[in-house]
């Protein structure tokens, strides 16, 4: 078994077709479907299903998938510590982000890092909180940018708190709240709202906010993204509470302090296995310490 034909198997598990895999990996696809049906000959089962309009994983390659993947992990990180020992930071570094990221200045950090460490591959995956954790745990993220209620703490991970802030209330520039100085969540439960998705650590701080308060809200409309929900309370169609530090990004609205808003701590995570010599580079231009 070689490390290239996990590669190709990892490839069209993630593209679904042999002839983007084959583009992936820059081999004529006839060179990867061949190495790939040695390998299956090798295990003695049949890792996809092909058809004329179709591929995907079988039972046996569902199996395999994760173990190549991290099989692929670990060489590339035995090949980024021997560059580490002789001076030299290189290999990859995978970061999870919060929609609404806002402790760190990431556009312009991921700047200083790129010119600092230009061989370093740097790729973002944005999910909620809780699977940017436990993505964490599965070795598929380095680090990750979390946002939790006060309390919370991250499970099964290593990390530092980055910051602590508040929530405002964010309406459009025509709502009657726009010309208020400040609000309460009894007053904002009057109105319908945009959030997150229930369950998700940014939803679940609100939630709990206004419980306390022992009222209820109606949430009218669930999205991922800030930028969308900013875009429905452009239109009126709902108010939203956001973190003060993020929401400067936001065009077209208003925001005001709620006197018993929610808030949300900050942290940076990663494994309890420790970092790559790229994610210790990562921390350093952050500033972050690694205990």
């Known amino acids: 078994m070689e490390l290239q034909q996990m590669r190709y198997v990892v490839a069209v598990a993630e593209t679904g077709s042999f002839t983007q895999a084959a583009r992936r990996c820059l081999v004529v696809q006839s060179a990867l479907s061949h190495q790939i049906a040695r390998l299956e000959r090798e295990l003695g089962a049949r890792l996809f299903y092909r058809t004329s309009r179709s591929v995907r994983l079988t039972p046996a390659g569902a199996a395999f998938l994760p173990s190549a993947r991290q099989c692929l992990d670990f060489a590339e990180r035995a090949a980024a510590e021997v560059a580490a020992a002789v001076g030299e930071v290189r290999g990859r570094v995978v970061i999870g982000v919060i929609p609404t990221v806002a402790a760190v200045d990431l556009p312009a950090a991921l700047k200083v890092f790129r010119d600092r460490y230009p061989q370093v591959r ?11 954790v436990t993505q964490i745990r599965g070795g598929v993220l380095d680090l990750a940018f979390l946002g939790l209620p006060p309390g919370a703490e991250p499970e099964g991970v290593r990390g530092h708190e980055l910051a602590r802030d508040e929530h405002v209330a964010v309406v459009a ?25 229930s369950g998700s650590p940014g939803r679940t701080q609100s939630d709990q906010a206004f419980a306390a308060a022992g009222v209820h809200r109606e949430v009218a409309f669930e999205v991922t993204t800030a930028e969308l929900m900013a875009g429905l309370i452009r239109e009126r169609l709902g108010v939203a509470v956001l973190p003060s530090r993020y ?9 005001l302090p709620i006197t018993n808003g929610p808030s949300r701590v900050e942290h940076l995570v990663w494994s309890t296995a420790g970092l790559t010599p790229a994610a210790a580079a990562f921390l350093h231009v952050l500033g972050v310490p690694r205990d």
């Not at 740097?122 to 940017?132: D, F, G, I, K, Q």
């Open 173 to 197: 520039p025509a709502h009657p709240l726009a010309r208020q100085a400040e609000t309460d969540l009894e007053t904002l439960a009057g109105e319908l709202f945009v959030d997150f998705p």
């Open 247 to 255: 929401t400067p990004q936001l065009n077209g609205v208003v925001t």
């Open 122 to 132: 740097v790729a973002l995956r944005m999910a909620p909180s809780h699977e940017l």
